[in-house]
């Protein structure tokens, strides 16, 4: 057997394999239930945010070192000219510009983490929204594709000889298939994938929080000392210029 007869042999038989297990109206049954059924029991709202933190899955994710690169020229700022008269620096990153305002607004890093509390809360409790409408949909998989088993069974024609038995026969297995498939290998990795998306932000964000409350208060006290060193000079060609005058 030639590498070319080979090769198209086994394409056929992947082509006869996917045509076998390829059903659309099982798959019809088992996703479009389940997600029907979950858009019942989790709301509409709910069932929104989950598909809102499945599409952010292919963004990228939150980038600590742009974050600090960007946070580091207010931090310069705060060196130069003091607190009092630090610029805000905005980055895009809705929770860090908001920071940013803050700490050019109080003039002190007390308030940050109170307001970084306020933003984890509400991302904590976005994910764990999400998650559970996945733990939703992946318990409620198994149940249609079960559904989908019954209503091929009950295609089956009273009479054996008939010719659809085996369709119906096929229709049952494959939707108890399509079930426990997206049960395991859709609906709750998405739920996991979520979860460690979420678990490493969190971890990332407080990191550049911790960063730029220290570098806050670095910069702050720098610029005191430099202004405290630069004081006795400006006094003594304050005197200079008085006396010459």
Same mark, same amino acid.
């Given at each position: 057997?030639?590498?070319?007869?080979?090769?198209?042999?086994?394409?056929?038989?992947?082509?006869?394999?996917?045509?076998?297990?390829?059903?659309?109206?099982?798959?019809?049954?088992?996703?479009?239930?389940?997600?029907?059924?979950?858009?019942?029991?989790?709301? +509409? %709202?709910?069932?929104?945010?989950?598909? $809102?933190?499945?599409?952010? *899955?292919?963004?990228? /994710?939150? !980038? #600590? &070192?742009?974050?600090?690169?960007?946070?580091?020229?207010?931090?310069?700022?705060?060196?130069?000219?003091?607190?009092?008269?630090a610029a805000p620096i905005h980055?895009?990153?809705?929770?860090?510009?908001?920071?940013?305002?803050?700490?050019?607004?109080?003039?002190?890093?007390?308030?940050?983490?109170?307001?970084?509390?306020?933003?984890?809360?509400?991302?904590?409790?976005?994910?764990?929204?999400?998650?559970?409408?996945?733990?939703?949909?992946?318990? +409620? %998989?198994?149940?249609?594709?079960?559904? $989908?088993?019954?209503?091929? *069974?009950?295609?089956? /024609?009273? !009479? #054996? &000889?008939?010719?659809?038995?085996?369709?119906?026969?096929?229709?049952?297995?494959?939707?108890?298939?399509?079930?426990?498939?997206?049960?395991?290998?859709?609906?709750?990795?998405?739920?996991?994938?979520?979860?460690?998306?979420?678990?490493?932000?969190?971890?990332?964000?407080?990191?550049?929080?911790?960063?730029?409350?220290?570098?806050?208060?670095r910069a702050a006290a720098h610029?005191?000392?430099?202004?405290?060193?630069?004081?006795?000079?400006?006094? +003594?060609?304050?005197?200079?210029?008085?006396?010459?005058?």
């Amino acid at each position: 057997m030639s590498p070319t007869t080979a090769v198209l042999e086994g394409v056929n038989t992947i082509t006869t394999l996917a045509g076998q297990w390829f059903d659309p109206a099982s798959l019809g049954i088992v996703l479009g239930g389940t997600i029907l059924a979950t858009l019942l029991r989790c709301g +509409l %709202a709910e069932s929104r945010l989950a598909l $809102g933190k499945i599409g952010a *899955l292919a963004t990228r /994710p939150f !980038d #600590p &070192a742009k974050a600090k690169a960007e946070l580091a020229h207010q931090l310069r700022g705060i060196e130069s000219d003091g607190l009092l008269r630090a610029a805000p620096i905005h980055s895009g990153d809705g929770e860090f510009d908001s920071l940013s305002d803050t700490l050019a607004k109080r003039r002190s890093a007390d308030g940050l983490r109170s307001e970084h509390e306020d933003y984890m809360r509400q991302r904590t409790e976005s994910a764990r929204t999400a998650m559970h409408v996945l733990g939703q949909a992946a318990e +409620l %998989a198994p149940v249609l594709g079960l559904a $989908g088993t019954l209503i091929g *069974l009950g295609m089956m /024609p009273s !009479d #054996p &000889a008939g010719g659809s038995m085996t369709g119906a026969i096929a229709m049952a297995v494959i939707t108890t298939l399509y079930g426990l498939a997206a049960a395991n290998f859709l609906f709750s990795p998405l739920a996991a994938a979520i979860m460690r998306r979420s678990a490493r932000e969190e971890r990332d964000r407080q990191a550049v929080l911790d960063w730029l409350e220290n570098g806050v208060r670095r910069a702050a006290a720098h610029g005191r000392a430099d202004r405290a060193k630069g004081a006795p000079v400006a006094d +003594l060609r304050a005197a200079q210029l008085r006396k010459a005058s």
